[in-house]
């Protein structure tokens, strides 16, 4: 038995709705949570790569985005050219996105910014082990959904990583 008191209510509101016992009003309703689920998570990764398709020309970024939001996918999309568990150099992570924009830099700098990449005072880098905390900071609006749908399961190994250009 569920203890989600709002969730007990719309189950009782669906069963008086449509007649139907508890458990099978229950479960009509997580159906459709799923759904609507698989729809958004299926938009916000339409979304993602009609975004970063439009920076991106034979693998390498074409230009930076000025608008954050869209900086966020440019980001979020550059994580899958790092190995989650391993640490890099300095050295070896600007290599990495040398390949993919000449100004490397930068692009470090907000990867961590943005959470993406993680330091230490020796200059050793690493994917995040979890998704950033995006509430009360200036990312909270700004964060790409496809972050909260991919990213999540995509560090714990449990997703692949996104090709959008067949480069990776």
């Known amino acids: 038995m569920t203890t989600q008191r709002n969730f007990k209510t719309q189950v009782r509101a669906r069963m008086q709705q449509t007649g139907v016992n508890y458990t099978t009003a229950r479960m009509e309703l997580l159906k459709e949570y799923e759904e609507q689920h698989q729809s958004a998570r299926k938009e916000a990764y339409q979304e993602h790569q009609t975004i970063v398709s439009r920076f991106f020309k034979d693998g390498a970024m074409t230009v930076i985005p000025s608008k954050r939001r869209t900086r966020a996918h440019i980001l979020l999309y550059l994580i899958n050219y790092f190995q989650r568990g391993q640490s890099y150099t300095e050295q070896e992570v600007n290599h990495i996105l040398n390949e993919l924009w000449s100004d490397f830099a930068y692009l470090r700098r907000e990867l961590v910014d943005y959470g993406y990449l993680e330091r230490n005072t020796h200059g050793e880098y690493w994917l995040t082990a979890f998704s950033p905390e995006r509430w009360g900071t200036v990312l909270?609006?700004?964060?790409?959904?496809?972050?909260?749908y991919w990213l999540p399961d995509y560090l714990n190994g449990q997703e692949k990583q996104v090709d959008f250009f067949g480069t990776l």
Request: glycine share 0%.
């Open 140 to 148: 909270h609006d700004e964060a790409p959904a496809w972050e909260f």
